[in-house]
């Protein structure tokens, strides 16, 4: 049984960081291009970040230029480097693979900006 184990989340002031992670069990992570999305609340789930298996990376515009994206594949886990971050970068925050697959959703950790 594969899973993805999301942590790091917080509060967090307007202007502050937080470095996310995401743990994967099982086969999977090799063989993914993995991702970072968030869900603010009363919104759609919506992608944030990617990183292929060779480190090439994509970013949604919203978060370019604040938010960096990495994997270290000897640990299987995959980070969410969170800089500038607004009130607007509250949401619960989740890794999949990319392109997303409905049965690897975690639980999520939440991100709250606010002063």
């Given at each position: ?95 999949n693979v990319f392109p997303k697959q409905e ?13």
């Amino acid at each position: 049984q594969v899973q993805l184990v999301e942590s790091g989340g917080g509060l967090v002031q307007p202007g502050g960081s937080l470095r996310l992670s995401c743990a994967a069990s099982g086969s999977i992570f090799g063989s993914y291009t993995m991702g970072w999305y968030r869900q603010a609340p009363g919104k759609q789930r919506e992608y944030v970040a990617t990183i292929t298996r060779g480190l090439s990376t994509n970013y949604a515009d919203s978060v370019k230029g604040r938010f960096t994206i990495s994997r270290d594949n000897t640990k299987n886990t995959v980070y969410l480097q969170m800089n500038s971050l607004k009130p607007e970068d509250t949401a619960v925050y989740y890794c999949n693979v990319f392109p997303k697959q409905e049965r690897y959703w975690g639980k999520g950790t939440l991100v709250t900006v606010s002063s």
